[in-house]
């Protein structure tokens, strides 16, 4: 007599695993869903919730049908040795970041158009001197990736009256969004430059110390992509020599920062610890399961990463 085995899907956060299992069962009564650590069987793991996966975590995993990320950056579940091509990466797509990453952005745009930091630096001097008012549509915004977090900024901030330009890989038809396609044309035109890309081979060191220097003087950056894609130490030589005015960065190339990095010390940099958009996890377990039901009936999936093109 032979037995069916009930396939689990299996939960390994980087905290909070058994808030995330309890949000899954609350909602799927029927799936059979353990943390990983619990399972006995690897062989009976068939689809995995999971976000910093350590190195060779995947191998053990013979019969998984489907990896689910926890976030909407990939590049830790590429280029793995323990982990199949065919199997599918399935990334979140806002489940609730979006919202948040266009307050990050917003934050950083109110900050340029009010003087927010100028009058940070004017208490640190005891300064009492109000600075002229100017209109939204004076500030120029660049968004770099117009994806589902970027799509999303750079639309919320051109109904904010900003005028907004935006830059992807194919072009865009986003509402009050002026898409280009030339980078370095675009950051010469650029007051505030808010980037929310991909991790990936062709934008690693993307934002490196020339092409920092295309932006104008006083211009203002923002990274919420990921660290590697800046050259930390050009932004913070630009903003050092008065050619940039100042950033706002929550990615880093080494995460947490290390307390010695000098970054910590510069008063026109706003700090934040990778803080801008975070996995809400009733979405995020609500969006998991749906796309769970469309891959098990054969359906595309939208989310699913393009192995070659890395996100
Ligand atoms: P998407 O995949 O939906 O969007 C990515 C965008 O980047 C697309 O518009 C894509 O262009 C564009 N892009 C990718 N590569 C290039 C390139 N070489 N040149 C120009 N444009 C490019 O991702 P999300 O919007 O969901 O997320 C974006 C990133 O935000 C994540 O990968 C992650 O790194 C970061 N993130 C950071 C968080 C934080 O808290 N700091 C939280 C969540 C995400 P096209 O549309 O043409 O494909
Ligand atoms: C993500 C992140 O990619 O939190 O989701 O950075």
């Known amino acids: 007599m032979s037995t069916t085995i009930t396939p689990i899907f299996a939960v390994a956060a980087t905290s909070q695993t058994e ?19 619990s399972v006995e069987n690897p062989d009976d793991v068939a689809w995995i919730a999971t976000w910093e996966t350590a190195p ?24 793995r040795d323990d982990l199949g091509p065919d199997v599918p990466i399935i990334r979140l797509n806002d489940a609730g970041m979006a919202q948040q990453m266009y307050d990050y952005a917003l934050y950083a745009a109110l900050t340029v158009l009010r003087n927010f930091d100028q009058y940070d630096r004017d208490k640190a001097n005891f300064t009492w001197k109000p600075r002229a008012p100017r209109t939204h549509q004076s500030l ?57 890309l991909p991790l990936t ?3 690693r060191g993307l934002l490196h110390a020339s092409r920092l220097a295309l932006l104008p003087r006083g211009a203002y950056v923002v990274n919420a992509g990921r660290g ?78 393009d192995r070659l093109r890395a996100y």
């Open 140 to 196: 120029r915004i660049t968004v770099l990736g117009l994806g589902t977090l970027g799509g999303y900024v750079a639309t919320r901030l051109a109904a904010d009256g900003f005028t907004v330009a935006g830059w992807s890989r194919s072009r865009k038809d986003l509402p009050g969004v002026r898409w280009h396609g030339a980078l370095d044309m675009l950051l010469a035109e650029t007051e505030l430059l808010v980037s929310i």
């Open 19 to 37: 808030k995330w299992v309890d949000a899954f069962r609350a909602r799927a009564p029927d799936l059979r869903v353990e943390p990983l650590e």
């Open 201 to 203: 081979d062709e934008t």
């Open 228 to 305: 590697d894609q800046l050259d930390l130490n050009a932004l913070l030589n630009l903003i050092d020599s008065g050619h940039l005015r100042g950033a706002q960065l929550d990615v880093f190339p080494t995460e947490p920062l290390p307390a010695t990095h000098h970054a910590w010390e510069n008063p026109s940099l706003r700090i934040t610890p990778h803080a801008a958009a975070f996995t809400l996890i009733d979405e995020a377990v609500e969006q998991m399961l749906d796309k769970l039901g469309r891959i098990e009936r054969g359906e595309t999936v939208e989310g699913t990463v």
């Open 56 to 79: 060779g975590r995947f191998a053990p995993l013979k019969n998984l049908r489907a990896v689910f990320a926890m976030g909407a950056g990939v590049e830790k579940f590429l280029g």
